[in-house]
């Protein structure tokens, strides 16, 4: 059973950054790769960002149109943790974000953490 725990959400003002964590244990190894994923009030989740596993891709990431150019995940493998680091955020950007673990190119999610909330003040 694989286990999900995020942190480091919080309040922050727009043009803020905030570094979300995302803890891993059991086994992932045979996941594609790891994944970001939001959830605004009254509005559908949307992908983030991905980052995926494997000794000959390893390391490609991929992100969401409204967040490239502001938002990178990374891993630490020696802690078993997914990042993603959060730079001039907007208030748009407040939303419950999830990481999840991914399990083909088409980031059909396999398992789910309990979100952590980020929200953007103007």
């Known amino acids: 059973q694989v286990q999900l725990v995020e942190s480091g959400g919080g309040s922050v003002q727009a043009g803020g950054s905030l570094r979300l964590s995302c803890a891993a244990s059991?086994?992932?190894?045979?996941?594609?790769?790891m994944g970001w994923f939001r959830q605004a009030p009254g509005k559908e989740r949307e992908f983030v960002a991905a980052?995926?596993?494997?000794?000959?891709?390893?390391?490609?990431?991929n992100y969401g149109d409204s967040v490239k150019g502001r938002f990178t995940i990374s891993r630490d493998d020696a802690k078993n943790t997914v990042y993603l680091q959060m730079n001039s955020l907007k208030p748009e950007d407040t939303a419950v974000y999830y990481c999840?673990?991914?399990?083909?190119?088409?980031?059909?999610?396999?398992?789910w953490g309990q979100g952590t909330q980020v929200t953007v003040s103007s």
């Open positions: 999840a673990t991914l399990r083909n190119s088409k980031y059909d999610v396999t398992y």
């Open positions: 059991g086994l992932i190894f045979g996941a594609y790769g």
């Open positions: 980052l995926r596993w494997g000794r000959w891709s390893g390391g490609n990431t």
